[in-house]
């Protein structure tokens, strides 16, 4: 769950049988005021237009929109389209939930960086492999059991405005929210309020997590949206968690809506919006995940070189040591936690997450950001 300061409100929805689909259409700068031609810029890498740029800087590409259908309960669930992943959520035990794909065998529901956050039971997101059908089994005694199927690759084309450009933030290139597609209805609840409207503190700390999800993969943009769909709809957070995510050929994704400003993570001022990733200490709380699951892998070499490139520009820009040990003060509530300035979404809380190798690589990359 998020801080009290920005805890989303409930998702009105319907209850939709197994069968019912939700549509998806359509020197240090402590000092330094911060504004977007500083803290983030677009631009060509020869200094020229790009081709299809249009007035506005943009030019369009087409994304599958999201396709997904709930399931209430446990047992089998049966979707009209190929399934991607699902996204699971039930109350009581944390631990003991299974799924099985059709015609596929039983698989232990591994409850990683999201149930972290909960303050109580279970929530996982699965690959599914394009199953049409899937069953569940939960812990017993579990309630409130809830299932999402997601499709990200197979929906219907939409078409999107991103920038022509490359987006910068402190010189590391990201790509913005239009052009990994994400769809910015799924952050407003039916009667077209924000689900979890922005707020924003000054940065005191890093946060690095891995996802959770298989590596080797060949669609990490498909994997944001599902990300996205799981965290914003079955946990109900209005929004994916995390302030950027990293793929394994080190491109940046920019994460939690912040604004219109067109700087990632940030308000206009420079305070963090705050996310969804560390349950109860996110506001000042910057988060980054990397696509994957570090527990027995490391990162790629280009997933490591950007997240130090990108720890090294943010904790520059905020006047923080990427070695040093804090003492982090909820804005919120005045709680106080000594951590280090960059660590892990395990030091914070009960979770293997980022992963135990990516964990004992996190010391190198302290000191690589501080170099830099």
């Known amino acids: 769950m998020s801080d009290s300061s920005a805890t989303p409100s ?17 020197g240090l700068a402590a000092a330094a005021v911060v504004t977007p031609v500083v803290f983030a810029a677009t631009g060509s890498t020869d200094g020229g237009v ?3 740029t249009s007035d506005d800087g943009t030019k369009t590409e087409k994304f599958p929109a999201t396709r997904s259908a709930e399931a209430t309960g446990a047992g089998a669930a049966r979707v009209a389209f190929p399934v991607d992943y699902v996204g699971l959520r039930w109350s009581g035990e944390q631990d003991g939930a299974w799924i099985r794909p ?23 997101l699965v690959a599914a492999a394009s199953a049409t059908a899937y069953e569940v089994k939960v812990p017993e005694g579990a309630t409130d059991v809830r299932s999402l199927a997601i499709d990200t690759t197979g929906g219907q084309q939409r078409s999107v405005k991103v920038p022509a450009d490359t987006t910068r933030v402190r010189g590391v290139a990201y790509l913005s929210r239009a052009a990994w597609g994400a769809d910015e209805s799924k952050r407003f609840k039916v009667d077209g309020t924000e689900n979890s409207p922005t707020k924003y503190y000054s940065a005191q700390v890093l946060t690095v997590h891995h996802t959770d999800t298989p590596n080797d993969d060949p669609d990490p943009a498909a994997t944001v949206r599902a990300v996205y769909e799981y965290h914003a709809i079955t946990n109900d957070w209005g929004d994916i968690g995390y302030h950027f995510l990293i793929d394994e050929a080190g491109r940046i994704y920019e994460g939690r809506y912040s604004g219109d400003d067109s700087i990632p993570a940030h308000d206009a001022d420079g305070n963090v ?7 109860g200490y996110n506001s000042g709380n910057l988060g980054i995940a990397l696509l994957g699951t570090l527990v027995d892998q490391g990162p790629t070499d280009a997933a490591r070189g950007s997240l ?33 300035t960059v660590g892990g979404h395990r030091d914070w809380m009960a979770t293997e997450c980022p992963g135990a190798t990516m964990y004992a690589l996190l010391d190198d990359v302290r000191a690589a950001a501080a170099e830099r």
Request: net charge positive; hydrophobic share 35%; with cysteine.
């Open 10 to 26: 409930h998702r009105a929805k319907s209850r939709l049988s197994r069968r019912g689909a939700i549509g998806a259409a359509g």
């Open 50 to 52: 790009a081709p299809g």
């Open 102 to 124: 059709t015609d596929g065998t039983w698989q232990d529901v591994p409850t990683g960086c999201a149930a972290a956050n909960l303050d109580g039971g279970g929530t996982a």
């Open 273 to 279: 919006v705050t996310a969804f990733h560390t349950g």
């Open 308 to 340: 130090t490139r990108l720890v090294a520009a943010l904790t520059r820009f905020h006047g923080l040591d990427p070695q040093a040990k804090v003492t982090y003060t909820n804005p919120v509530n005045g709680v106080q936690k000594g951590v280090s």
